[in-house]
């Protein structure tokens, strides 16, 4: 199926109608090597738009880890404009400005940084406050630098969500979940044939059967403590039932038909850095009123939905009783 002109994703759909995500244009590391980004409170903009799943799960490892005095915060707003390009806006600051930056479009930044760069601006994206330039937009090692490499800023008892000792079992079960059910989700939405859209609903409904068998004998991923692997998941979790379900077809279960990933998504988000970083108005706004596949020009008649109930949120989950099983994931 050939794509609308307008489709910002149009060179990012194979030949077979699926969708093959734009790899990550700057993705300098932070560190202390040389070549590095250097950590320095103060340096740093973290830009984001609270509907992004790539983008929350950053600002949720911030929040958690006590960065939030460290890496400034600027938020794009749910809604798109076109221009002709869809782009990201900061119309929810005074002035439509971002106030640290004074850009209005996300795309400014990048291209001022380079004026060649042709791929979407996206978020999250790291900017250097003192060069006005984008450093770092590898949505998915951001939440490891800010674990490992900005340890130094950590609060006092700030948890270890990336602990040496697991990492490898960590990384290796977030290339799955980012496959299967991050992207997972964006592969049935974004699909452009029946094949490719019914593969991708497939892989996903296959994995989130298995983490629901998972999750019957652990509180969390890799058992009583919370890792990078819960925030990553979390960050789809908690947008399915919302958004993905109706919008992007995955409409097989929502996450409240399951029993152990509804009781693990209400844990995570009663969990200080989860909830309170969720914004469900922005995502209903986002994947409900702008069409963020093409133009989002909608009109008056556009009505954004009133459900689902999301008061089960703040239901006792009941997982603590998990908390004494110790074992390692082995599911992959």
């Known amino acids: 199926m050939k794509n609308p002109e307008n489709n910002p994703i149009s060179t990012e759909i194979k030949e077979d109608g699926s969708f093959n ?34 983008a929350h799960r950053s600002v949720i490892v911030r929040k958690v880890l006590g960065l ?23 119309s929810l600051d005074d002035g439509n400005l971002d106030p640290i930056l004074k850009i209005r479009y996300m795309s400014e930044i990048y291209l001022k940084t380079d ?60 290339d799955v979940i980012f496959n299967e059910v991050n992207n997972g ?3 049935c939405g974004f699909a452009q044939s029946q094949e490719a859209y019914e593969e991708a609903y497939d892989v996903l409904f296959t994995r989130l059967d298995k983490l629901e068998e998972h999750l019957g004998e652990r509180r969390f ?40 990933l509804w009781g693990y998504l209400r844990d995570l988000y009663q969990t200080p850095g989860f909830g309170d970083t969720t914004d469900f108005h922005a995502i209903k706004v986002h994947y409900h009123l702008s069409n963020h596949i093409g133009s989002n020009d909608h009109k008056g008649e556009n ?11 703040l239901s006792d989950h009941g997982r603590q ?11 992959i």
């Open 321 to 331: 009783a998990l908390s004494k099983h110790k074992s390692k994931f082995l599911i």
């Open 221 to 260: 991923l890799f058992g009583d403590f919370i890792t990078d692997s819960d925030v990553r998941l979390y960050a789809t979790l908690i947008r399915f039932d919302v958004a993905y379900y109706s919008a992007f077809k995955t409409n097989r279960n929502r996450i409240v038909d399951f029993h152990h």
């Open 68 to 90: 939030e005095d460290v890496i400034s915060l600027g938020t794009a707003s749910p809604m798109r404009p076109k221009l002709p390009h869809v782009d990201w806006e900061f």
């Open 185 to 187: 989700v964006y592969k």
């Open 21 to 54: 995500r734009q790899t990550n244009r700057f993705i300098t590391p932070f560190g202390n090597k040389e070549g590095d980004l250097p950590v320095e409170k103060g340096r740093y903009r973290l830009l984001w738009s609270a509907v992004c799943p790539w």
């Open 115 to 174: 004026p060649t760069y042709q791929g979407r601006p996206t978020v999250p994206v790291i900017v250097d406050i003192k060069e006005k330039k984008v450093v770092n937009n590898d949505y998915f090692k951001l939440t490891n630098y800010l674990e490992n490499d900005w340890k130094p800023y950590h609060k006092d008892n700030a948890p270890e969500l990336y602990p040496e000792s697991l990492r490898q079992e960590i990384s290796n079960l977030n």
């Open 303 to 313: 009505i954004l939905p009133k459900g689902p109930d999301l008061s089960g949120l």
